[in-house]
């Protein structure tokens, strides 16, 4: 069935878009963002399963790393990240009433100006022209997923591949950027035809509809249920991963060099904390990611690498240069740089500083720590140390200043203190989440994102996909 499957998705490509010739020189460079996919599910990283092969080729015969962290658990931050080269904490859109603030650089703006066509075809709401992710793009479809009642129609991956293929027929001579954002990995985990009952019995939309994570808390999945989802996860995978391998090949057929980089927002958690999904923790199954770097000599990195990394990786691939926190992933990384982590999802307002081979992570309740030298799953959590503690919120930063008694539901921490919610006048502190409620006279700077409202119908089909608890 696998060699008819490819050969009938060849066929596909070659229907949809006869590819011209690219520059001469340049190479295109195509991103690939694969929500919602932990790096233990791909066969490069460990999977038993034959679920990647076209990626399993691409990460062989280029870069990969072993070691790949997201910076929030969630979509809408973590792409932003992707694009700009700077983390949550930095660009602040960690919540959907934010959107890109107009100031901050993006990838495709750059290559755009470097004269580089510039393509995006996105597939869910969080990555969509609403937030600002069309700037930089000459084309970028996102199929309406904004407007009401599209929400819950799922954009498949074969139908962006094939606008992609579309749209680079029409670039002849010319170097493209194409950013392609694929969300069939993301629940509720339906792949089509041949590919549902590939692993398991074929999936429907009555299997375990998702509720939300704190249900699943009291109420877990059965070890049958769990295995179900996860095989149907594994057969998304599969056909994401056949697509993928018909838009390569489109490309290696009409002689146009290519570098791919591939990764994803963030992972997911299949019963590792009692329950299913993300954005609530910071944990490895939902912070370590794949990332792959094609058409550069073939190594496997064990540097801390992530999401944050992408946009200067593709800068160096195009000869350019762009302010960023995150690093070009083509010469030489530090071993076990810092990383800051984040979600303020669902109220969980958890902070994390992954330093050396510890992470430590902050909350309402506790302040704990985990050594990754003893235990890389992070079973067992150790008290932070005051040291630590000052650490992680050095990486928020003393950005706001008070000019009378201010207030605040979140965390407050000024000249090396954390404070019972209340600063007084001419303080610099520091707040978590960045952006909540300040009561009284304060400054911040640089100033929180612009905000955005999203429609109560919007908000409605958002929770019937998880996005909303």
């Given at each position: ?10 066929a596909?490509a ?14 295109d460079?195509?991103?690939v963002s ?13 999977n ?9 080729q691409?990460a ?18 973590s792409?932003?990240?992707m ?12 919540e ?12 495709a ?12 075809f ?8 609403d ?9 970028f ?5 904004t407007?009401?009642?599209?929400l819950q ?27 392609v954002?694929l ?7 339906l ?7 590939r692993?398991?019995?074929?999936g429907?939309?009555?299997s ?5 994570y704190?249900y ?7 070890d ?10 594994d ?11 018909r ?9 146009r ?18 329950s299913w999904g ?5 944990h ?6 794949p990332l792959?770097?094609?058409d ?11 999401v944050?990394?992408?946009a200067?990786?593709?800068m ?23 990383w ?11 902070l ?8 430590v ?13 003893r ?14 503690v ?19 539901p979140?965390?407050m921490?000024?000249?090396g ?42 908000r ?7 996005y909303?608890?």
């Amino acid at each position: 069935m696998g060699v008819l499957v490819v050969t009938l998705l060849l066929a596909c490509a070659d229907s949809v878009a006869r590819l011209p010739p690219g520059h001469p020189s340049q190479p295109d460079l195509v991103l690939v963002s694969i929500d919602s996919l932990r790096a233990d599910h791909l066969g490069s990283y460990g999977n038993p399963r034959d679920v990647s092969p076209f990626l399993d080729q691409l990460a062989a015969s280029g870069l990969r790393f072993e070691n790949a962290l997201a910076s929030s658990p969630w979509t809408l931050p973590s792409h932003v990240t992707m694009l700009s080269g700077r983390g949550p904490l930095e660009h602040n859109v960690i919540e959907d009433d934010r959107r890109i603030p107009g100031d901050l650089p993006l990838v495709a703006e750059r290559l755009r100006d470097a004269g580089y066509a510039t393509g995006g075809f996105v597939s869910t709401i969080y990555v969509s022209s609403d937030y600002g992710f069309d700037r930089g793009f000459d084309t970028f479809v996102d199929y309406d997923l904004t407007k009401t009642g599209n929400l819950q129609r799922q954009v498949r991956a074969e139908k962006l591949v094939d606008d992609a293929l579309a749209w680079l027929s029409a670039q002849p001579g010319k170097p493209a950027f194409l950013f392609v954002h694929l969300y069939d990995v993301h629940y509720p985990y339906l792949p089509p035809e041949p590919w549902g009952a590939r692993y398991d019995k074929p999936g429907t939309k009555k299997s375990t509809r998702y509720k939300n994570y704190a249900y699943y808390k009291t109420h877990p999945l059965t070890d049958k249920q769990l295995e179900h989802q996860r095989a149907q996860y594994d057969e998304c995978i599969r056909y994401v991963d056949d697509q993928l391998a018909r838009l390569h090949a489109a490309l290696e057929r009409a002689g146009r060099k290519n570098t791919w980089v591939v990764t994803a927002d963030h992972g997911e958690e299949f019963g590792e904390r009692g329950s299913w999904g993300h954005a609530h923790t910071l944990h490895p199954e939902v912070m370590r990611v794949p990332l792959i770097v094609s058409d550069q000599p073939p190594a496997v990195r064990q540097e801390r690498a992530g999401v944050i990394d992408v946009a200067p990786t593709l800068m160096a691939l195009a000869g350019l240069s762009m302010d960023t926190t995150g690093l070009s992933l083509l010469g030489p990384l530090p071993s076990a740089r810092d990383w800051p982590m984040e979600t303020s999802r669902f109220d969980t307002a958890k902070l994390s500083l992954v330093s050396g081979l510890s992470r430590v992570e902050i909350d309402n309740d506790a302040r704990v720590a985990y050594d990754w030298s003893r235990d890389p799953g992070e079973r067992q959590a150790a008290p932070a140390t005051p040291e630590q503690v000052a650490a992680a919120w050095a990486a928020v930063g003393e950005a706001w200043t008070a000019t009378s008694v201010v207030r605040s539901p979140g965390s407050m921490w000024s000249g090396g203190t954390l404070l019972a919610h209340e600063v007084p006048a001419g303080s610099r502190f520091a707040l978590y989440p960045p952006d909540a409620t300040v009561l009284g006279e304060a400054q911040r700077t640089p100033p929180l994102p612009p905000r955005m409202e999203l429609s109560d119908d919007t908000r409605e089909q958002l929770e019937a996909l998880g996005y909303q608890q």
